[in-house]
């Protein structure tokens, strides 16, 4: 943990430290006895030396005080896991001990009983909203409100207004006067999910509301004080889009004094079969049946099958053959693009050259073979078009672009005369 110390006072946590540049920044930002280019001249200071130690700390101030106060190295996955559970930790799902989940999670509880802007990222279909739940579930707030925002399917136009809310009259069609999201989760957490995608214009109105805790409705001067503990994710690289002029460096740090990174499914290995049961008796529930039972050739299939589309495809998979199926689900009760063709008398399989390699690795190359055909009929299915098929998948284009271009597949090779012209 970073501290400053002084001659004339003790050691001050890092953040005591923040909580003081942030009163003398409120204290200067009303100053009505400096003149204002002096005061803009101490504001500038005072929010480039914040932003400063936020940098330094984004790192090792949170993840290396989760390893030595705990002295994780120490124990095994199990013992951590069960020790979190035993914390009264407030979960509502299940999962695993896969190293880097359970990082993730003792960091969210360590994060959940502050007032810290917390940023989760991961893949599409990880389960970040679930995280954010986690987060609002574990904190001083769970008795509260929880407000999700997709912030990716706003049109630009109509942001302010959703954010902020408008008066009556403020433009055509704003017949009365309007709470915003983040009006609407005063007391409470604010979920801002795709961060990434927020226009440049939004973030700008996104960064002042976090520095001053304050909003205008859309055609109104009134400020209007809110207290909305702000929790956002993203599938995108944030650090990334800062280098390339597309996301506010300042924005970036405002958000991330937080950073909790969910892995994708295919590296939580041991959860898949969890969440197998657990996603089974969710969907008999749902469909008021008995849980439908495995053959063993598709519970072979679901525990080597590499989710490119993460947790949120898996639980489709068992809705579609818990409806489809009687008592006994197999390979035909699969989405058709995902089916291995070994279920069909084509021993697709043979094809695979496995001679001198380890068991493992035959595992691996069959797996790499099943998703090059999941996603070669998936462009069939979308006509070539990725941006559909990523849609479908519920991931990301840019993700999906990177599997296409690990498997060398050419998206436009699939393309009919048509699409094409």
């Not at 604010?190 to 960064?207: A, C, H, N, T």
């Not at 495995?294 to 068992?318: A, H, Q, T, V």
């Not at 099943?370 to 849609?391: F, I, M, N």
Request: proline share 3%; hydrophobic share 35%.
């Amino acid at each position: 943990m970073k501290v400053v110390e002084t001659k004339d006072e003790p050691t001050v946590s890092f953040g005591t430290l923040l909580e003081r540049i942030e009163i003398m920044r409120s204290a200067l930002r009303w100053q009505q006895q400096l003149d204002r280019p002096q005061i803009d001249k101490l504001l500038s200071q005072c929010t480039s030396l914040r932003e400063e130690v936020l940098r330094i700390s984004l790192t090792e101030r949170f993840v290396k005080a989760t390893v030595s106060g705990q002295g994780k190295g120490k124990r095994s996955l199990a013992q951590r896991r069960k020790e979190l559970l035993e914390r009264d930790f407030v979960f509502e799902g299940v999962f695993g001990e896969s190293r880097k989940l359970l990082d993730a999670l003792e960091i969210a509880e360590k994060a959940a009983p502050t007032d810290l802007p917390v940023l989760i990222d991961g893949e599409s279909g990880t389960g970040k909203e679930l995280m954010a739940k986690v987060i609002h579930a574990n904190g001083n707030r769970s008795d509260k409100v929880f407000i999700s925002v997709n912030c990716g399917a706003i049109p630009e136009s109509l942001l302010e207004s959703e954010l902020f809310g408008h008066k009556k009259g403020a433009f055509t069609g704003a017949s009365a006067d309007r709470k915003g999201k983040f009006e609407s989760a005063d007391g409470g957490t604010i979920f801002l999910d795709e961060i990434g995608e927020l226009p440049m214009s939004g973030q700008v109105k996104l960064l002042r509301v976090l520095q001053s805790n304050e909003i205008q409705r859309v055609g109104s001067d009134q400020l209007i004080v809110v207290d909305a503990r702000i929790v956002v994710a993203t599938n995108r690289q944030l650090m990334k889009m800062c280098e390339e002029g597309t996301f506010r460096e300042d924005l970036y740090y405002r958000i991330s004094v937080m950073q909790v990174t969910i892995p994708p499914l295919r590296e939580r290995r041991d959860e898949i079969q969890i969440l197998i049961d657990y996603l089974t008796n969710a969907a008999a529930e749902s469909l008021d049946r008995n849980p439908v039972k495995l053959s063993r050739r598709l519970d072979n299939f679901l525990r080597k099958y590499d989710y490119p589309g993460n947790i949120r495809e898996l639980r489709n998979i068992i809705f579609r053959i818990s409806c489809l199926a009687t008592e006994t689900a197999d390979i035909e009760h699969l989405p058709e693009h995902i089916r291995p063709k070994i279920a069909h008398g084509d021993s697709d399989a043979s094809s695979i050259d496995t001679s001198g390699v380890s068991l493992n690795d035959a595992k691996r190359m069959a797996s790499e073979e099943v998703e090059k055909q999941y996603l070669e009929s998936g462009l069939r299915e979308t006509d070539g078009q990725v941006t559909k098929l990523a849609e479908i998948l519920g991931m990301n284009r840019t993700h999906v672009q990177s599997l296409l271009k690990k498997h060398g597949i050419n998206s436009k090779e699939f393309r009919t005369k048509k699409s094409v012209g």
